[in-house]
């Protein structure tokens, strides 16, 4: 698959577990994936957006773009950003596409893929109001993908939200109250367009595959109840299943 941004042709490609942990560890894609979005007040009685929601009252998923240099030498677990070069790449990136700073390549990185909204599930959280004051935080899990033109040594990575989770946390402790984190209504977001199912598809279906593979005849249903890749296939398979159906129509 190819997309072009500003004239440029960029092939994109899914990443290899070992690069999608240490680009899920930038501490911007960290705070982007688990934000404050809502703030409920139970003196007042009243609550508000801690983002700006969209005209419909509806929260724009988050969507990024990264550069990332490894380290010489440093792979899997122990990949670690050669800060230096990551720099320069982002430097000619940007000269390359025509931008003056990555907002404007997420644009236009919006433009082909559209921009994935959720509202707020107030219902499963209505019950809270009067017993706690209280914040919604917007988890979201993403698909990335690296954006490369050999011809001119370029890289760059764009992460895609694929499925959200909202939870809560308390102002102050409360006996009457939930415990914190235990309300978690999640979803997948349908693909706006052809361009974000095909990018979606190519990211899950790659960690699918790394993780049969790692199981090996263990099936997911088998491992301890603990073990996170539990979560993780559960994910990845109900994202999956969305992804097979046509694209979501634009608003």
């Known amino acids: 698959m190819q997309i072009t941004i500003n004239k440029v042709a960029f092939d994109v490609k899914p990443v290899d577990g070992a690069l999608f942990a240490a680009l899920m560890a930038e501490p911007a894609i960290r705070r982007a994936a688990l934000r404050p979005v809502w703030a409920w007040n139970k003196a007042e009685g009243k609550g508000r957006f801690l983002v700006n929601p969209l005209p419909d009252q509806a929260l724009p998923m988050p969507t990024g773009v990264s550069v990332y240099v490894p380290k010489a030498g440093t792979a899997g ?11 320069k790449m982002g430097e000619r990136f940007l000269a390359a596409v025509g931008a003056k700073n990555f907002g404007q390549v997420m644009q236009a990185i919006a433009r082909i893929t559209g921009v994935p909204k ?5 219902a499963e959280f209505a019950g ?12 979201t899990d993403f698909s990335v993908l690296e954006l490369t033109n050999a011809a001119r040594n370029l890289s760059a990575f764009v992460f895609l939200p694929g499925l959200v989770t909202f939870l809560h946390t308390l102002d102050e402790p409360s006996e009457d109250a939930p415990r914190a984190g235990s309300i978690r209504p999640g979803f997948v977001i349908p693909a706006g367009n052809q361009a974000a199912l095909t990018m979606r598809r190519l990211a899950v279906a790659r960690r699918l595959t790394e993780l049969q593979a790692e199981l090996g005849e263990t099936r997911p249903a088998d491992l301890a109840q603990g073990d996170p890749r ?10 999956w299943k969305v992804l097979q159906s046509k694209p979501a129509k634009a608003a």
């Open 230 to 239: 539990r979560v993780t296939i559960a994910k990845l398979g109900a994202e």
């Open 118 to 122: 959720k509202k707020l599930p107030f």
């Open 128 to 139: 809270l109001n009067d017993k706690a004051s209280y914040s919604i935080l917007m988890q």
């Open 77 to 87: 677990t122990e990949l670690q950003k050669a800060e230096g070069p990551s720099s």
